[in-house]
């Protein structure tokens, strides 16, 4: 299992990115899909899940309403569009195969089994 996440860098507040993560080693096409990301000095937060089809999804209050999660099965890629960031969003961003009380179940455990290395937002003016 690969995952290789892209598209971080710094943005100003108000601004957008667009992050990628790139699945390989894996039927990723009916695998289910999560959005982590670790802020500076916390642990990691679950903030999105998407089903295999990208039929079924859900955020964390804290990204409902600005982040977009969407999936391109023929191209194996995750993606996260955020939108109205925030200082706050600032953090360490991680794709991850798993559901959502997979995922969280892990990071309970302090465990990453199939997670990306991650790519970094910086929000700041």
């Known amino acids: 299992v690969q995952l290789v996440e892209s598209g971080g860098g710094m943005v100003q507040p108000g601004g957008s990115l667009r992050l990628s993560c790139a699945a390989s080693?894996?039927?990723?096409?009916?695998?289910?899909m999560t959005w982590v990301r670790q802020a500076p000095g916390k642990g990691p937060e679950w903030i999105s899940f998407i089903n295999p089809g990208g039929t079924i999804t859900s955020y964390a209050d804290s990204v409902k309403g600005r982040f977009v999660i969407s999936r391109d099965n023929a191209k194996n890629t995750l993606y996260l569009e955020m939108n109205s960031l925030k200082p706050e969003d600032t953090a360490q961003y991680f794709c991850?195969?798993?559901?959502?009380?997979?995922?969280?179940?892990?990071?309970?455990?302090?465990?990453?089994?199939?997670w990306g290395q991650g790519t970094q937002v910086t929000v700041s003016s």
């Open positions: 991850a195969r798993g559901g959502r009380i997979a995922i969280q179940i892990q990071i309970q455990r302090g465990q990453r089994e199939w």
């Open positions: 080693g894996f039927d990723f096409s009916v695998a289910d």
